[in-house]
């Protein structure tokens, strides 16, 4: 069993930053990939960045390229979204995940096991 325990959400305004946090506890060494998704209101789940525990590549949507940075604390078995230039529409509850999956399939929720409580995330102007 894994534990993963999200902090860091909040309210920011457009153009500002912050970092969530996602710590990772329990039976967590065939974990080789974890990633951060969000929900918003009306909106499909989607994949926003992931991470290999293992050699630390990161990979991203396609909308958060430039502005997002996913990294890993491998010894705290912690992952980390930074955000930054966050706009309007980032606004959404992130989730954090973590599994044994392949990156062929790493964008796709239903490859990830363990889930986080989600953390809200609200951008106003």
């Known amino acids: 069993q894994v534990q993963l325990v999200e902090s860091g959400g909040g309210s920011v305004q457009a153009g500002g930053s912050l970092r969530l946090s996602c710590a990772a506890s329990?039976?967590?060494?065939?974990?080789?990939?974890m990633a951060w998704f969000r929900k918003a209101p009306g909106k499909e789940r989607e994949a926003v960045a992931v991470?290999?525990?293992?050699?630390?590549?990161?990979y991203y949507a396609d909308f958060v390229k430039g502005r997002f940075t996913i990294s890993r604390d491998k010894a705290n078995s912690t992952v980390y979204l930074e955000m930054n230039i966050l706009k309007l529409e980032d606004s959404a509850l992130y989730y954090c995940?973590?599994?044994?999956?392949?990156?062929?399939?790493?964008?796709?929720?239903?490859?990830?096991?363990?889930w986080g409580q989600g953390t809200q995330v609200t951008v106003s102007s």
């Open positions: 991470i290999s525990t293992r050699s630390g590549r990161s």
């Open positions: 329990g039976h967590t060494s065939s974990v080789n990939y």
């Open positions: 995940g973590a599994g044994e999956t392949t990156l062929s399939v790493a964008f796709r929720a239903n490859s990830y096991t363990y």
